[in-house]
Nanobody
Framework: QVQLVESGGGLVQAGGSLRLLCIAS????????MGWFRQTPGKDREFVAG????????NYAEFVKGRFTISRDSAKNTVSLQMNSLKPEDTAVYYC????????????WGQGTQVTVSS
């Protein structure tokens, strides 16, 4: 079992930056992929970025490439999402997730943290 808790959301002006943090606890993450998703009211949850815990290989949605960076700290069991050059359309609830592989279901989810970008 894996427990995930997100933090770091808030209100920021367009062009600003935020760093989201996901703290993981429970079983080892060595065989997992970790990801960030976001969701706005009335829309499906969409993939933002992911990282394979063991290798550090990353995967990004096209709409955040060059602006967002996902990373992990194996010593602290944390995953971060550094968000730069934020746009109003980035406004959403951001969720941390964990799964067994890129092609496998995302099994574990955090509670979400609100990110609001004003114009």
């Amino acid at each position: 079992q894996v427990q995930l808790v997100e933090s770091g959301g808030g209100l920021v002006q367009a062009g600003g930056s935020l760093r989201l943090l996901c703290i993981a606890s429970g079983r080892t993450l060595s065989n997992y992929v970790m990801g960030w998703f976001r969701q706005t009211p009335g829309k499906d949850r969409e993939f933002v970025a992911g990282i394979r815990w063991s290798s550090g290989s990353t995967n990004y949605a096209e709409f955040v490439k060059g602006r967002f960076t996902i990373s992990r700290d194996s010593a602290k069991n944390t995953v971060s999402l550094q968000m730069n050059s934020l746009k109003p359309e980035d406004t959403a609830v951001y969720y941390c997730a964990a799964g067994s592989g890129w092609s496998s279901p995302w099994t574990y989810w955090g509670q979400g943290t609100q990110v609001t970008v004003s114009s």
